[in-house]
């Protein structure tokens, strides 16, 4: 993952570098605000990927000379089925229309929303291994 972060880093570094020269010449504050998001996003990235690779260390793919077999075995758990991104899709299509027509229905979105969020998040939390 070293290469991944650096090569965010270098994304991180030229929106600093394109944000500073457009604070500079064009002072103008939505392009700032993006640039200066865009800036921290990828330098999130970079800080993800840097301290997956300290934590981790060199993965398979970061070396020439490795093999596709040193590769496998279980990847990561995956869930079979749930019902609750439909519930989130449905907890924000709310939260949207509430926006529109009243506090009162973004409230309700709102609460639909977290409560599918965290029951999403928490959904497969006692399993074993």
């Given at each position: 993952m070293?290469?991944?972060a650096y090569l965010f880093a270098g994304v991180a570094a030229f929106f600093l570098v394109t944000d500073a020269a457009y604070i500079w010449f064009a002072r103008e504050p939505v392009g700032i605000a993006a640039l200066t998001v865009s800036f921290l996003m990828s330098?999130?990235?970079?800080?993800?990927?840097?301290v997956n690779y300290r934590r981790k260390?060199?993965?398979p793919e970061d070396r020439p000379d490795s093999e596709v077999r040193e590769?496998?075995?279980v990847i990561d758990f995956f869930p079979p089925h749930s019902g609750y991104p439909p519930v989130v899709a449905l907890g924000v299509t709310v939260l949207a229309i509430g926006v529109v027509f009243?506090?009162?229905l973004a409230v309700i979105g709102?609460?639909?929303m977290a409560g599918a969020v965290v029951g999403m998040v928490f959904q497969f939390s006692g399993r074993d291994g």
């Amino acid at each position: 993952m070293r290469s991944e972060a650096y090569l965010f880093a270098g994304v991180a570094a030229f929106f600093l570098v394109t944000d500073a020269a457009y604070i500079w010449f064009a002072r103008e504050p939505v392009g700032i605000a993006a640039l200066t998001v865009s800036f921290l996003m990828s330098a999130l990235i970079a800080f993800f990927c840097a301290v997956n690779y300290r934590r981790k260390g060199e993965r398979p793919e970061d070396r020439p000379d490795s093999e596709v077999r040193e590769r496998g075995g279980v990847i990561d758990f995956f869930p079979p089925h749930s019902g609750y991104p439909p519930v989130v899709a449905l907890g924000v299509t709310v939260l949207a229309i509430g926006v529109v027509f009243g506090l009162w229905l973004a409230v309700i979105g709102f609460g639909i929303m977290a409560g599918a969020v965290v029951g999403m998040v928490f959904q497969f939390s006692g399993r074993d291994g």
